[in-house]
């Protein structure tokens, strides 16, 4: 687990692993995009976002460590789970491959107290907040709603309806600054995931307006994996989606979402601007979804390969295993048995998944109100006695 502290403008000099110095001016790649780790393992001493902000991280050898065993088990995990509703044991799965850096870097960047708000593909940053991975695989099996506790763990339920989460992040985050937990060190701050697409959806246009006016503690990371199901990134917009938050008055930066590093920088600096009472911000974490939509979906139909090619080279785990390489702050005694870990554990994620039990059909009547209601008791009634009126018929 990672618990370094990047400073925004110093460096603390645990490692001499940095490079070189990185600007928007020298960049050579993307001007516009933040990066501390290059597609070939190279270490950035630090960037600068566009309104100045430099970002710089600070690990111990065993942080990064640990940052690149969550990126191999939160992809291991997802590829079991994608092979468990291929055989039939999960109704759907909407999978994160590709997305591990985005998702590691700013889970990480998380502090104890900050409460996250996910789409329904965040199973990297669930498993950083310390969930239990087989939490969603309930829910996409169908026998439960997903399981876990929102408060105990600081992450909200799954939401499938595109957008809607910002909504809630809103009100939450306007919450807590109302409550005057916001402004210090220990203050609060919230996080709000989303997509490219669901940038154009209404609700996340108002949530960026009810942030922006009541200057709630909140970070809006959108995750621009290049696609909403079959849609391109340029049937959404026609400026880069960070530069979307200057016209609602927050500020707005383009992260590398393959890079764990930089995903890590500028979250960390843009939850800590919000619990600080700075209001919020957006993150537009460049990436790109590297298998389907989800597992209903074929995007051979409507993309080519040689893209998904390009990307491959710009793969999330393969640099930060360079990048350890070329530091020789991991050999190949580590790699096995991170490899062997993320075996075993998805193997026992397989075993419980399949043990898992069928709930009762009347049991979804359970967990719609605290207290029930006279309404549903009744529903129920009418339900158990159509149930009743199967037994003894082979049907
Ligand atoms: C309000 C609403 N409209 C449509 C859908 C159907 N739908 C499911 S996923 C999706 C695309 C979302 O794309 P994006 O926001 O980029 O997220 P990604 O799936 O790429 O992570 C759509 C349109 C939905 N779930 N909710
Ligand atoms: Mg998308």
Request: hydrophobic share 35%; glycine share 10%.
């Amino acid at each position: 687990m990672a618990k370094g502290d990047p400073g925004v403008t110093t460096t603390r000099g645990r490692r001499a692993a940095p490079r070189a110095k990185r600007t928007a001016a020298t960049a050579g790649g993307d001007p516009e995009l933040v990066q501390l780790l290059t597609p070939a393992g190279e270490r950035v001493e630090s960037a600068f976002g566009p309104d100045g902000t430099e970002y710089r991280v600070d690990f111990t050898d065993e942080e990064y460590r640990g940052l690149y065993r969550d990126l191999v088990l939160v992809r291991k995990l997802d590829a079991e789970a994608t092979a468990l509703q291929r055989q039939g044991e999960l109704g759907l799965w909407a999978s994160l491959l590709g997305q591990e850096a985005a998702q590691v870097g700013s889970g990480r960047a998380l502090r104890s107290q900050d409460m996250a708000f996910p789409t329904y593909r965040e199973h990297g940053v669930l498993y950083c907040r310390g969930i239990d991975p087989i939490m969603p695989l309930g829910l996409f099996r169908g026998v439960d709603q997903g399981g876990w506790d929102p408060n105990e763990f600081k992450f909200n339920m799954y939401t499938i309806v595109i957008g809607a989460q910002t909504l809630h992040a809103t009100g939450y985050a306007m919450g807590v600054h109302m409550d005057g937990k916001t402004g210090g060190d220990d203050g609060e701050a919230v996080i709000a995931y989303f997509g490219d697409g669901a940038t154009s959806q209404g609700d996340v246009n108002e949530a960026f307006v009810w942030a922006s006016v009541f200057n709630a503690p909140l970070v809006f990371f959108c995750q621009n994996n290049q696609y909403a199901i079959s849609e391109p990134l340029e049937r959404q917009t026609r400026v880069p989606l960070y530069q979307r938050a200057r016209g609602f008055g927050f500020p707005g930066v383009r992260v590398d979402g393959n890079d764990v590093l930089a995903s890590y920088a500028v979250t960390r600096h843009a939850l800590d601007n919000a619990r600080h009472g700075q209001g919020p911000s957006l993150i537009e974490a460049y990436t790109y979804r590297m298998g389907a939509h989800t597992t209903s979906d074929d995007p051979t139909r409507y993309r080519i390969a040689s893209e998904v090619e390009a990307w491959q080279a710009k793969d999330p785990i393969a640099r930060m295993k360079a990048f350890l390489e070329k530091q020789k702050i991991a050999d190949g005694s580590f790699f096995a048995e991170v490899d062997e870990q993320a075996r075993a554990e998805s193997v026992h994620l397989r075993e419980r998944v399949l043990a898992m039990p069928n709930p009762e059909p009347v049991s979804m009547f359970d967990h719609v109100y605290p207290h029930g209601s006279p309404e549903l008791d009744e529903q129920r009634v009418q339900f158990s006695r159509y149930l009743e009126s199967f037994e003894g018929s082979a049907h």
